[in-house]
């Protein structure tokens, strides 16, 4: 019979976690070989730091003491030494020249929507029935004529989503892309410990219990699957970055694009003014000198309800999860273990017990660690934000239809009213209770569609714009 690799013993010996073993004798040869590559993934060192809690953790209540507005650009163009016309301007050479590549997490299941598969997948065309993969497949298609460039999609899948990924991109010819310029790669996992008493957790006898390491986790996935080689080799220095459950993102926005540039900043935040104090989005604020943001249940509620001399929100910055980052920076980034902290979750995690069966906690018994790419931004130089208005921009599809937020219901509407208004915009009357999607294959922005309606035209029915 094979014994385990005297390596793993010793290490699980050491960091006072060799239970996992403990069936050992009772699984198969590949159930083994599968255990002992999860464990060797594991970095204990960091592991026994987090488990301790003696890794670097930011003290946010005091920091939202102190936090003021962050640099921006709000939606008027003030708050800037250039013009709103200096950056569109550098952002349309820059995609032009090729320098801009995009990549997209989606790493999540739909299951929270009610859908038995990966959410970008998900129909959200509200007359099309095209998927949150499409929206932003059909974006790059547009930007590519237009730019007459190939811009490389780097898409980050999570263990649970990757198969279903690549069959869906493979089964549908890569909605039309050309596959070298389609990147698929998985995320990394972190392993679950009990809350109790820091033991990793086992989800059967062959494995441990894992989950994504957050979307902090795409630096070091980037790094790992070749992606900055790749981009390197393209001549492509500036990522893209977007969330797949919000498909009224502007994917490569020139503006955004220029800006970051025109600032010389290495990350680069497109955000939206807070509806309310205590809404539940991260806070981008300016604290110790440094760009960062604090997550909503870390805001103290009186940090949150500042008001300015204007009566307006003092830290209203919303963070909608869409960057630009210079890859010199990533690389930076990936090297270096301290850039980005782990944040814990108290979860329910279903584990294997002493007896070999499987328990189903009825409430939270396990500690899961994530990375979160926003972290990046205090270490950015000359970190900078720029505001979007969120009714159009900012629709994110997470909850199913008949919650009270975020639903693909909402997102829908979001898509209809945004549309309408690039119909009034170009000179065409439409009514509230007309449907209107354009596909961006169609026209990317309300100046493009201006040149491809009719002035004076009125849409009376529901009408999907294709291309």
Request: hydrophobic share 40%.
């Amino acid at each position: 019979m094979t014994a385990p690799p005297k390596h793993i013993v010793e290490t699980l010996a050491a960091a006072n976690q060799s239970h996992v073993l403990r069936f050992w004798d009772d699984i198969s040869e590949s159930g083994r070989s599968q255990l002992v590559n999860q464990l060797e993934s594991i970095d204990f060192e960091l592991l026994e730091k987090l488990i301790v809690g003696a890794d670097n953790k930011p003290d946010f209540a005091a920091l939202a003491s102190k936090a003021l507005p962050p640099p921006a650009v709000r939606i008027e163009g003030t708050g800037a030494a250039w013009s709103p016309d200096d950056a569109r301007r550098a952002g349309q050479q820059a995609l032009a020249a090729g320098r801009v590549g995009v990549v997209i997490v989606a790493g999540g299941q739909g299951t929270r929507l009610g859908f038995d598969s990966p959410k970008g997948m998900y129909p959200i065309g509200p007359l099309s029935g095209r998927t949150l993969f499409e929206f932003f497949a059909d974006s790059l298609l547009a930007l590519g004529v237009k730019y007459s460039v190939r811009i490389p999609l780097y898409l980050m899948t999570s263990p649970l989503t990757h198969e279903d990924t690549v069959a869906y991109w493979k089964q549908n010819d890569y909605l039309g892309l050309d596959p070298q310029d389609v990147i698929i790669f998985c995320q990394g996992t972190m392993p679950a410990i009990d809350a109790a008493t820091g033991k990793l957790l086992l989800s059967s006898k062959d494995s441990l219990s894992l989950s994504p390491d957050g979307h902090g986790g795409t630096v070091r996935a980037l790094k790992a699957s070749g992606c900055f080689d790749d981009a390197q080799k393209r001549g492509v220095d500036l990522l893209s970055y977007i969330q797949v459950d919000n498909p009224l993102v502007s994917l490569c926005d020139i503006d955004l694009i220029g800006h970051h540039l025109v600032s010389g900043s290495e990350m680069t935040t497109q955000v939206v003014r807070k509806r309310y104090a205590e809404e539940k989005v991260g806070n981008v604020v300016m604290a110790d000198g440094a760009l960062r943001i604090i997550e909503y249940s870390d805001l103290p509620d009186e940090a949150a309800q500042q008001h300015d001399e204007k009566g307006e929100l003092k830290l209203w910055a919303g963070n909608i999860a869409v960057h630009m980052i210079d890859i010199l920076f990533l690389r930076r980034a990936s090297i270096s273990t301290d850039a980005l902290p782990f944040h814990r979750a108290r979860k329910i995690t279903p584990f294997i017990d002493d007896q070999g069966e499987l328990t189903k906690p009825d409430s939270p018994n396990s500690i899961k660690f994530e990375r979160f790419i926003f972290d990046l931004l205090p270490s950015a130089e000359n970190a900078f934000v720029v505001e979007a208005d969120a009714n159009d921009s900012f629709a994110p599809v997470k909850n199913a239809d008949g919650a009270a937020h975020d639903t693909p219901e909402q997102a829908k509407a979001a898509i209809g009213r945004l549309h309408r208004k690039w119909l009034r915009k170009a000179g065409v009357k439409v009514a509230d209770d007309v449907m209107i999607e354009i596909n961006p294959r169609f026209a990317l922005n309300a100046d493009e569609l201006a040149n491809r309606v009719t002035h004076g035209e009125t849409i009376t029915s529901d009408r999907y714009f294709a291309p």
